[in-house]
């Protein structure tokens, strides 16, 4: 026998959201709390009517319940959940790299690395300061190929030249094309 339904509390709260809902998240919210307990669904017929799986209808359930009757806005993914400093505390750390880039026209990336795995205390991968610099606009500036090319105007000595074969211009070989 399945346990009794929950959340009689705030049933009118799920009424009134569904009315009021905007998003689709917001009426699966609403229709969550509200079928089991008007219509006696199991959560099954709840997860098929609106959509979604049995665990997925659960939790909607569960967040409405528990945010006292207020449709839960989705959860926005994104940003730096493992950043090391903010972009501001990063910007300070890279400002003086930044004045010697500018006033020698060269900046080291293994100095960069050295100071920061002094600044937090752990060694960093070469590629934690590369994405730092460019997270700050920095580009490795690489010469153009073409910079260096000699003039293509004047071929090269080196180029190859239509020759007869040895044997041709010794005349081997030419009686018996002949003979045939």
Same mark, same amino acid.
């Given at each position: 026998?399945?346990?009794?339904?929950?959340?009689?509390?705030?049933?009118?709260?799920?009424?009134?959201?569904?009315?009021?809902?905007?998003?689709?998240? &917001?009426?699966?919210?609403?229709?969550?709390?509200?079928?089991?307990?008007?219509?006696?669904?199991?959560? &099954?017929?709840?997860?098929?009517?609106?959509?979604?799986?049995?665990?997925?209808?659960?939790?909607?359930?569960?967040?409405?319940?528990?945010?006292?009757?207020?449709?839960?806005?989705?959860?926005?993914?994104?940003?730096?959940?493992?950043?090391?400093?903010?972009?501001?505390? &990063?910007?300070?750390?890279?400002?003086?790299?930044?004045?010697?880039?500018?006033?020698?026209?060269?900046?080291?990336?293994?100095?960069?690395?050295?100071?920061?795995?002094?600044?937090?205390?752990?060694?960093?991968?070469?590629?934690?300061?590369?994405?730092?610099?460019?997270?700050?606009?920095?580009?490795?500036?690489?010469?153009?190929?073409?910079?260096?090319?000699?003039?293509?105007?004047?071929?090269?000595?080196?180029?190859?030249?239509?020759?007869?074969?040895?044997?041709?211009?010794?005349?081997?070989?030419?009686?018996?094309?002949?003979?045939?």
């Amino acid at each position: 026998m399945a346990r009794p339904a929950r959340g009689t509390e705030v049933l009118d709260k799920a009424k009134e959201a569904l009315a009021k809902a905007r998003t689709v998240e &917001e009426i699966r919210q609403a229709q969550a709390v509200i079928l089991p307990l008007e219509y006696d669904f199991s959560m &099954e017929q709840v997860a098929a009517v609106i959509g979604v799986s049995r665990g997925w209808a659960c939790q909607l359930r569960t967040r409405f319940i528990r945010s006292g009757g207020q449709p839960e806005k989705k959860r926005q993914r994104g940003g730096r959940r493992r950043e090391n400093m903010s972009k501001e505390e &990063e910007a300070l750390f890279l400002a003086p790299f930044f004045a010697k880039e500018v006033h020698c026209g060269l900046l080291v990336v293994g100095e960069v690395k050295k100071a920061l795995d002094v600044r937090l205390g752990r060694k960093t991968a070469l590629a934690t300061v590369y994405n730092l610099l460019h997270r700050h606009n920095w580009r490795k500036l690489v010469p153009d190929k073409d910079q260096f090319q000699v003039e293509v105007a004047t071929p090269p000595d080196w180029k190859k030249t239509i020759r007869k074969s040895s044997h041709e211009s010794a005349g081997i070989g030419q009686e018996q094309s002949h003979a045939r």
